[in-house]
T-cell receptor
């Protein structure tokens, strides 16, 4: 157990819908990272938040957004869902801004039908 | 942009065989290097990491990796694999001055008893 929690574990929805994935970092960690893992593209970095502020952006679609709240939990919002958004979404946390190790959550499996 | 290549997508070995998984990255600056493992149904866990110093890094469960700067490589090795090493292995790179992590597409290792 890494100490990072993600909910829900599984999510099934339809195209065009909007969903919210939630992540709680390890106690004391200020950075939260979101990743998308799909079969054809591997693990893709989406976005990083540090202490409530966006600090790095990767291959995140405009239909996706994220935020980190004062209690440091983070939410990833996915809207206008497409079949291709079906994937595992991982959250990771680390203690500091400059990464030297990340701790991953168990992931949320999103299926878009 | 940085990229990480893992050339072996699927590896099948018998128990006690030696393992070497390749990882090459493209980035001209100073990097931090990682190997993560994902056991079936579990989250990603850190196997080992390299920041600086001795280029031969030892990790958990008997794994080691060697950083060869001239070859932009960070190959993972284990002298004798066990059935319990069956998992997906990911190489990752982080620029020393950045927050983004770049992951390879992963290598699926199956160890046959």
């Amino acid at each position: 157990d890494s100490g990072v929690t993600q909910t829900p574990k599984h999510l099934i929805t339809a195209t065009g819908q909007r969903v919210t994935l939630r992540c709680s970092p390890r106690s004391g960690d200020l950075s939260v990272y979101w990743y998308q893992q799909s079969l054809d593209q591997g693990l893709q970095f989406l976005i990083q938040y540090y202490n409530g502020e966006e600090r790095a952006k990767g291959n995140i679609l405009e239909r996706f957004s994220a935020q980190q709240f004062p209690d440091l939990h983070s939410e990833l919002n996915l809207s206008s869902l497409e079949l291709g958004d079906s994937a595992l979404y991982f959250c990771a946390s680390s203690p500091r801004l400059w990464v030297n190790e990340q701790f991953f959550g168990p992931g949320t499996r999103l299926t878009v039908l | 942009a940085q990229s990480v290549s893992q050339h072996n997508h699927h590896v099948i070995l018998s128990e006690a065989a030696s393992l070497e998984l390749g990882c090459n990255y493209s980035y001209g600056g100073t990097v931090n290097l990682f190997w993560y493992v994902q056991y079936p149904g579990q989250h990603l866990q850190l196997l080992l990491k390299y920041f600086s110093g001795d280029p031969l890094v030892k990790g958990i469960k008997g794994f080691e990796a060697e950083f060869i700067k001239s070859k932009f490589s960070f190959n993972l090795r284990k002298p004798s694999v066990q059935w319990s090493d069956t998992a997906e292995y990911f190489c990752a790179v982080n620029a020393n001055t950045g927050n983004q992590f770049y992951f390879g597409t992963g290598t699926s290792l199956t160890v046959i008893p």
